[in-house]
């Protein structure tokens, strides 16, 4: 599995002298020198359109940026997680979140299991599950159809559900309203609680593991809430309110869930990749099985567009090797995500996980220190919000931070509301920044403007750098023709495999996420000096006096 050292491959000096030789070329130079930029840089795969010309980026540096991806093997390594090889070499698994939204024809086996026989068999028992719920045969104990679901869980087992089911939410049935509890601030279990009736509640406690502190404990919370609260209830109405989604059936029945309102998946699906296993649970709770299976069919769209086409016209390719670009020779050391869609609102947080839980690594699959830069800090809003907020830095900060702008040509507004306007307005804003970010706007430009308005000199002389925009800076845009589980299970399927191609060339593993364990170790131990259970630790004196101050105030 080791590879060369990146900094020193062929492929990788080549684009350090070609980014040398660009020193002094503008994008508005590229855009000069080709009229057919636009066309010659963008693209169509599985019912997205990416933009890409606005980068800072020739036919000859996409090129080499390939020619790097080829010297990486990335083709074969991208053959061998479709194949279900043990490629989270760590953990000793194989990566098939791809399987999770593949047809049942697939022919694949690990560890001896017919994956996709499986994979179908818990999506038959979702359709059953939902189908129940959603025209109401599914009733609590007191004989209403239920109409509050709260999916309790963290991190993939939280945020991929919670973003789906934001995004969709014009999908979503009339009668439901979802309810997403992740915090272990008990603020985020109170808010919901205070707002549903026991009665017409299901909790779906989803965990891979079920042994994740925040989520047992909010669990734990809302079954006594429930007991408590339900008039007339007894322990045995629990599997009219409390399903589980998880890997662990043992864990599930010790919590008291019964196995037959348990929906499994695998090992081999990644927390932060398993929007597409039960954990999609909730999605297809509000928006439908049928919806659901358009969303996992977008995913498999992409998937098979990655799978095979070239990689000189493959989309999360691209969007990946862009993102070296800027990474390993601009030291760009954030990217910034820009939906021009209400509906994505979380979509940012959602690739927060999926980017940096995968790709925040400094060491190589063989453990050796990387001696190169490994994932950006992702981060965003929505537009216009943002525009409003930190665009400021982005257009005349000192840093460059590429964007990606994902908008929708069409708004899923309800049909009662017409909104005249609105859509175009929110195009316009979108297209704007993106050219001004490549274009920006030259002193000789301020100059003359403000000259043509009269303007003193004097004034123009002070104001004149505070004016200028720097321009040159990169963006990706992509568009779709609406907000759909189709395009959206594209879009995220696209930033997945975006996730591999980069793993892929910093030769980290994508897959597992040791850098997480330290702090809940520590987290157990000071937990039980906060609440006397356990005997003062060593610990230096900030944490010291951090755990004394809490003590002073809880016990
Ligand atoms: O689904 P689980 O097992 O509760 O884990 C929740 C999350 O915790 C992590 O393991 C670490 O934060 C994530 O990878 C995962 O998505």
Redesign the pocket.
């Known amino acids: 599995m080791s590879q060369s050292v990146l900094n020193i491959t062929a492929a990788f000096q080549a684009l350090q002298a070609h980014h040398a030789a660009l020193q002094g070329q503008t994008m508005r130079d590229l855009f000069a020198a080709d009229p057919a930029r636009f066309e010659r840089f963008s693209l169509n795969a599985a019912g997205l359109f990416l933009d890409y010309s606005k980068n800072k980026a020739s036919t000859e540096t996409m090129s080499q940026l390939f020619a790097l991806a080829r010297e990486r093997q990335l083709e074969s390594r991208r053959d061998a997680m479709f194949s279900g090889e043990k490629i989270n070499t760590t953990e000793k698994r194989a990566v098939l979140h791809t399987a999770l939204r593949a047809p049942a024809t697939l022919a694949l086996t690990v560890d001896g299991q017919q994956v996709s026989t499986d994979v179908h068999a818990v999506l038959a028992r979702i359709q059953t599950f939902s189908a129940a719920l959603r025209s109401g045969e599914w009733l609590g104990y007191s004989g209403q159809p239920l109409t509050d679901i709260v999916n309790i869980?963290?991190?993939?087992?939280d945020l991929g559900p919670k973003m789906v089911c934001q995004a969709l939410q014009p999908f979503q049935h009339a009668r439901l309203n979802m309810h997403f509890v992740s915090n272990v601030d008990g603020r985020d279990l109170d808010a919901v609680l205070s707002r549903i009736d026991p009665r017409t509640s299901l909790f779906v406690i989803?965990?891979?593991?079920?042994?994740?502190n925040e989520?047992m404990m909010n669990a734990r919370a809302a079954r006594n809430w429930f007991l408590q609260n339900a008039q007339g209830a007894q322990e045995s109405d629990l599997r009219k309110h409390f399903v589980a989604v998880s890997t662990n059936v043992q864990a599930v029945s010790a919590f008291g869930i019964d196995p037959a309102n348990m929906f499994p998946f695998w090992d081999w699906v990644g927390?932060?990749y398993s929007v597409w296993s039960s954990i999609g649970l909730s999605v297809a709770l509000a928006i439908g099985f049928e919806q659901f299976s358009e969303f996992l069919a977008g995913a498999h769209a992409m998937d098979q567009h990655f799978h095979s086409a070239p990689l000189e016209q493959n989309m999360p390719v691209i969007l990946a090797m862009l993102g070296v670009w800027y990474r390993n020779f601009f030291g760009s050391s954030s990217i910034s995500i820009a939906p021009y869609l209400q509906d994505l609102e979380h979509f940012p947080s959602y690739l927060q996980?999926l980017e940096m839980?995968s790709n925040g690594k400094r060491v190589s699959h063989d453990g050796s220190t990387l001696t190169v830069a490994t994932c950006p800090v992702i981060w965003g809003n929505v537009g216009t919000n943002g525009q409003h907020a930190y665009f400021q830095l982005l257009h005349q900060g000192t840093d460059i931070t590429p964007v990606d702008f994902i908008a929708a040509l069409k708004p899923n507004y309800t049909a009662s509301h017409e909104l005249p306007g609105h859509q175009a307005t929110l195009l316009a804003n979108c297209f704007a920044q993106s050219e001004a970010f490549m274009r920006g706007k030259t002193a000789d430009e301020v100059r003359t403007e403000m000259q043509a308005k009269g303007v003193p000199e004097a004034d123009i002389a002070a104001l004149l750098p505070h004016r200028t925009f720097p321009g040159d800076r990169p963006s990706n845009t992509i568009l779709m023709q609406a907000l759909t589980p189709a395009t959206l299970g594209a879009l995220i399927a696209l930033y997945e495999h975006k996730v591999f191609v980069q793993g892929v060339i910093w030769d980290v593993n994508s897959f597992d996420?040791w850098g997480?364990e330290l702090g809940k170790v520590l987290a157990t131990q000071i937990l039980g000096e906060l609440t006397g259970a356990a005997e003062a630790q060593e610990h230096d004196s900030s944490t010291t006096g951090l755990i004394a101050k809490a003590r002073a105030a809880l016990l």
């Open positions: 869980g963290i991190g993939g087992s989803a965990s891979k593991t079920f042994t994740t989520t927390g932060r996980q839980e996420q997480v």
